[in-house]
């Protein structure tokens, strides 16, 4: 996308043909939920799904619509509400309806910076 921008250059710091990094903002979800990637399977048909704990702590395969990437997370349409508990991993340890022991999750620090995405995160367990 190309965009043009004016804005007053009073010192000069600007030359004709230098070019600036400008990062805009295309528009805010307040009530958006993310998931970070690793949290998304897809199924047999291609369908994404997530694994999400039940009250009684089993764990159930919810089918999500996905929207688009933001970061190291997916943007969910559909498919979770607020105060869902998506499982991140652990995947081979369980199967759908086994009982779990959810554990918070935080994105590890050799996976890179964790960005602060302007979303309503779903609790997220692995």
């Given at each position: ?27 805010v ?28 702590n ?45 554990k918070?999750?935080?994105?590890s ?7 602060q ?7 997220i367990?692995?």
């Amino acid at each position: 996308m190309t965009l043009r921008g004016e804005f007053p250059n009073p010192s000069g710091e600007l030359l004709p043909g230098m070019y600036v990094r400008v990062q805009i903002v295309q528009g805010v979800d307040p009530d958006a939920l993310a998931v970070p990637q690793q949290s998304v399977r897809r199924n047999d048909g291609g369908a994404s799904e997530v694994f999400v704990v039940r009250d009684d702590n089993r764990a159930v395969l919810k089918p999500v619509r996905l929207g688009r990437v933001a970061g190291e997370q997916w943007l969910v349409d559909e498919g979770l509400k607020a105060g869902d508990r998506v499982i991140v991993d652990g995947f081979q340890k369980f199967v759908a309806g086994d009982l779990v022991d959810p554990k918070p999750w935080s994105q590890s620090a050799d996976s890179g910076a964790r960005r602060q995405a302007q979303f309503k995160d779903s609790a997220i367990f692995r």
